[in-house]
């Protein structure tokens, strides 16, 4: 079994990198630290990243055998959510913010885990949420550096949010 345990600092190179495989995640397991997978090949692979450092789709990390390998970000379930306004819009995000959701914010948009209570509660502010498949990129939060697809040194990983209590 191949070891991933860095990802490299930067995408852009002064020279054109060879990719020798592919890793195909949501984000979920994108976010773990230790996990054991199999690259698109079908070869298995163990994840060996340091505590806190999280993939996004693009990033490229490093095999034991001296490979570069691309990390995907998997299509997954996803609530988008549009709204009438950018106020409106503006209003949701910070309602999902209160209460820790990872949220990714696109130009017009919002994209979060599916959840029938937020679900109905963005309903409730005049949001229009609908169900799409696409890859889920969270922002990082305050703290992870504030960059989505540049992650420097901390990596912002995202936490688990206990939907047992309400704020």
Not at 17 to 33: D, V
Not at 69 to 94: F, G, K, M, N, S
Request: charged share 25%.
């Amino acid at each position: 079994m191949i070891e991933i345990r860095n990802k490299l600092k930067s995408r852009r190179a002064a020279y054109p990198l060879q990719i020798g495989g592919a890793l195909r995640l949501p984000f979920e397991q994108r976010q773990k630290s230790r996990l054991r997978t199999r690259l698109v090949s079908g070869e298995e692979v163990g994840l060996m990243l340091p505590r806190g450092e999280v993939l996004r789709g693009g990033d490229l990390v490093t095999a034991s055998d001296g490979r570069i390998i691309e990390v995907i970000a998997q299509p997954e379930t996803l609530l988008h959510v549009e709204c009438a306004t950018p106020a409106a819009l503006a209003r949701a995000a910070y309602h999902l913010g209160n209460r820790h959701v990872a949220v990714e914010v696109g130009d017009g948009y919002l994209r979060l885990a599916p959840d029938p209570v937020l679900r109905e509660m963005l309903l409730g502010l005049g949001a229009s949420p609908r169900e799409v498949e696409a890859p889920f990129e969270p922002e990082s939060g305050a703290y992870g550096g504030g960059q989505r697809h540049e992650e420097t040194g901390h990596g912002g990983r995202i936490h688990d949010h206990d939907h047992d209590h309400e704020h």
